[in-house]
């Protein structure tokens, strides 16, 4: 089956360090891949997205590549801000077939900056 | 754009009370929809998908039911609340074709008494 394995949290940074996310993955077929954010109390916020091997997505600083001969697809960010503290969601779906574009989550990685 | 609505924000229900979440999409057509329900502000667990009026599939046996009268409209029931129903709850839709992102509603805090 399906399945997305994010580094365990919480990570804690401060203001302006850099940030690396850990995600791997393994699936059937060619999976996309997503990166969403969930501030407090919210939803989840679509951050990125690669549809193939060697892409890259970005957005508000953040980017990752999906990296299929590591099948990971790690989230950085070179500065973080108070503002980047959130829970941060590994995300895949494989195309075709019954699969309905059901997403495959990992469990979450909180993150927190301090000023 | 398209757009998706969720109400209530917040619910506060008394166990063995029924249960009536609406979630609706604006902008597109012919969408997929999905619930899930979010424990302890981490780990999704996909409730029910549908792929178009009336189609309903469950992922997990629970006291939950769903529905889909209308191409953008997705209900959440339960006839009889239970306390492990407590939860963040949250509609999302996706385009029908494979690889497209889900987008999230802004979630429904129930918490059960």
């Known amino acids: 089956g399906n399945s997305v394995t994010q580094m365990e949290g919480p990570v804690t940074l401060s203001e302006e360090a850099f940030l690396t996310i850990n995600c791997t993955y393994t699936?059937?077929?060619?999976?996309?891949l997503f990166w969403y954010v969930q501030y407090p109390g919210e939803g989840l916020q679509l951050l990125l997205k690669a549809t193939k091997a060697d892409d890259k997505g970005s957005n508000k600083g953040f980017e990752a590549t999906y990296r299929k001969e590591t099948t990971s697809f790690h989230l950085e960010k070179g500065s973080v801000q108070v503002s980047d503290s959130a829970v941060y969601f590994c995300a895949l779906s494989v195309p075709g077939g019954t699969s309905y574009g059901k997403l495959t989550f990992g469990q979450g990685t909180i993150l927190t900056v301090h000023p | 754009s398209q757009t998706i609505h969720q109400w209530p924000a917040t619910l506060v229900q008394p166990v063995g009370s029924p249960l009536s979440l609406e979630c609706t999409v604006e902008g597109t057509s012919n969408p997929n929809l999905y619930w899930y329900r979010q424990a302890a502000g981490r780990g999704l667990q996909l409730l029910f998908y549908s792929v178009g009026i009336g189609q309903i599939s469950s992922e997990v046996p629970q006291n939950l039911s769903a529905s889909r009268p209308q191409d953008r409209q997705f209900i959440l029931s339960s006839k009889k609340l239970l306390l492990s129903d407590s939860g963040f709850y949250l509609c999302?839709?996706?385009?029908?074709?494979?690889?497209?992102?889900?987008?999230f509603g802004d979630g429904t805090r129930l918490s059960i008494l």
């Open positions: 999302a839709w996706s385009a029908g074709q494979s690889n497209q992102p889900q987008h």
């Open positions: 699936a059937t077929g060619y999976p996309s």
